[in-house]
């Protein structure tokens, strides 16, 4: 099974979008495993203010401007910078956004709206009639999230249990909306 994390923001302008995505990559690039013990068991946490491997930094984000109008899909490497037009996905562990106020989950969503178009929709809640914009719902494990300011990492730790600093400084980092969104495959 492939872990991926999204760190996204929703509503980033373009120019802004870059930078964010520039220094959150270069956040997760200085970030080293804790192991207890041998190689072989998981990583018990994550800490940042490691040395930045420059070509690596300068690869990844190479590869993330020239991939702007296009849609990343599964994220290859261990951390992809996303930009342009994009998606996060919690591909087959997906489940329906939640409501914000009742958290009752919206099985009607349909995606189409929003990945055709930059603006979010306004969905409404059948449970308990609360109307929001389709980024102030629970998006954790959503299906579909369009952005265009994104940084993925696959089969990571998951940061909220084992790095809870690095996870909030990550979405300090990645923008105003930040949102983060998790799944696999
Ligand atoms: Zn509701």
């Known amino acids: 099974m492939v872990f991926i994390q999204y760190y996204f923001a929703l509503g980033e302008p373009q120019d802004r979008a870059l930078q964010r995505v520039q220094d959150t990559t270069r956040f997760f ?27 690596e930094y300068m690869n ?28 996060a996905s919690a591909w087959a562990r997906s489940r329906a956004p939640l409501c914000p106020r009742c958290a009752a989950p919206h099985e009607e969503f349909d995606a189409t709206t929003w990945l055709c ?6 969905e409404t809640c059948a449970e308990c009639d609360t109307t929001a914009l389709i980024g102030d719902w629970d998006l954790e494990r959503s299906s579909f999230a369009r952005t265009n300011c994104c940084v993925a990492l696959r089969d990571w730790p998951s940061l909220p249990q084992v790095a809870a600093e690095v996870h909030a400084h990550a979405l300090q980092l990645i923008g105003c909306r930040a949102r983060y969104l998790h799944g696999g495959l």
């Open 29 to 55: 690039l200085s970030c080293r495993k804790i192991l207890d013990g041998c190689d072989l068991l998981p990583a018990i946490g994550i800490v940042a203010g490691g040395t930045v491997d420059e070509y």
């Open 117 to 122: 178009s930059e603006l979010e929709v306004f």
């Open 60 to 87: 990844l984000m190479a590869e993330a401007v020239a991939n702007m109008s296009s849609a990343t899909e599964i994220p290859h490497n261990m951390i992809t910078p996303m930009l342009g037009f994009d998606w």
